[in-house]
């Protein structure tokens, strides 16, 4: 059939608002859209609920979670508690992780949106002018237009690696067997997470990266990870660039150059998790009038396009690829554009990194490095260590620190935490710093509840002030103090 017969045989509607992607960020748009009483279309080619739900968050944490409980069994001898091996049955994780997806599912569902008044088009949508989207079967004119087709997993251009079999986030929640021995390339936050899960239930996990692990990361924090990833049998070869794939027996193997020299590494499958990408092809932005790049759409502060009737957000907008990230995003968009009254910037709350390994690593703000670049020695950082605190020792879970990145006037600037909870308790720093709140907020009279693990950042903030407290003025001051009748 040509373009004009399908073009003649659409059903054309008007809306106030067309969102092309249902995963969070477009979810988060729509609903606020729509309870608003306005008129909304929404496209989606593949599973309501995009990346995060499907093939990202939900089932990566679902999977992580058996792998603890795994690792639980075998760290009961801390505790006076003693278990046989532990058993995996490969076939129970893959339904638990199942499961939980599709717990999750009903509340990013097609009839949940449709309840809400959203007209859902399961088909791939596009750009046909400045103003209108079509697809198969219908042309929508719409007054704002929201792009939140969010990204998926970067292949390389490594030699052979096209002629390989090889996995992604998209496909590795999928395989009926536990792989023996798993090849990852990348040591990003995905790599790690998995690689440590897939270790911990049992299959030998070796992690190829062409830099440093987490190289972004906080060094002290990340070499922490490392060792406990080490002492779990994973192994991580940094500065190693792999020259080529090829196919092999019962599996594959990559040809790489590290340190040592030229080697190959052989594995039974093979998880690809080098970056991610946005999605912007197919969407023929040009007709829209919206500039793109590599990083994703152009965006200004307030998540608005080239194109003024046209938002971006998510992983697709160019900016942070969290799915918190893209709910936030969503939000933005509602206030900004259908509000009016709201000039909420993309960049005006710190948004927490978090990587889910254990023992987790969490930062927020800037980084210690970064904010020296910008504040030189104005900058103080100052920490407070896990075996320090009681919930941590009760729980034989010692390890990591939380440290405060404090400038000028006390002002916090960011903050890293690496230890077990860290992505639970970085919301703490998050919220003080979303707020402008001077390290002093995390000292009295604040006083979180005993024993818990954000007592640690208290006594972080503590040490901020341990210098002047107790120092020989002070002591004087005191003494002098005491002997007023």
Known sequence: MSDSSTARQ???????????????????????????GLKVVLFEKGEMGGDCLNYGCVPSKALIAAARAAEAGRDGHKFGVRFAPPEIEWSAVAAHVRGVIEEIAPIDSQERFESLGVTVIRETARFLDRRTIVSNSVEVRARKIVIATGARAFIPPIPGLSDVEHLTNETVFGLPERPRRLLILGAGAIGLELGQAFARLGAEVVIVEAGQMLASADAEARAIVRAR???????????????????????????????????????????????????????????????????????????????????????????????????????????????????????????????????????????????????????????????????????????GFAKLIVGPGGKLLGAAIVGEGAGETIALIQLAIANKLKISALTSPFAPAYPTRAEIAKRAAGQYYAAALFSKTTRLFVAAASRVP
């Open 229 to 399: 990833l080490e002492s779990e049998g994973v192994k991580l070869l940094e500065g190693t660039k792999v020259l080529r794939a090829a196919r092999a027996e019962g599996g594959v193997e990559l040809i790489v150059a590290g340190a040592g020299g030229e080697e190959t590494i052989a594995g039974s499958h093979l998880l690809v998790a080098a970056g991610r990408r946005p999605v912007v092809e197919g969407l023929d932005l040009e007709r829209a009038g919206v500039a793109y790049d590599a990083k994703g759409v152009r965006t200004d502060a307030h998540l608005r396009t080239t194109n003024r009737r046209i938002w971006a957000v998510g992983d697709v907008a160019g900016r942070e690829q969290f799915t918190h990230a893209a709910g936030f995003h969503g939000g933005l968009f509602v206030r900004n554009a259908l509000f009016r009254v709201s000039q909420g910037r993309a960049d005006s709350t710190p948004l927490p990194r978090v990587v889910y390994t254990a023992p987790e690593l969490a930062e927020v703000g800037l980084s210690e490095a970064d904010a020296r670049k910008q504040f030189g020695k104005r900058v103080r950082a100052v920490s407070a260590q896990y075996d320090d605190n009681d919930r941590a020792r009760t729980e034989r879970a010692a390890e």
């Open 10 to 36: 659409r059903r054309r509607l008007n809306a106030d608002i067309a969102i092309i992607g249902a995963g969070s960020g477009g979810l988060v748009a729509a609903s606020g859209a729509a309870q608003l």
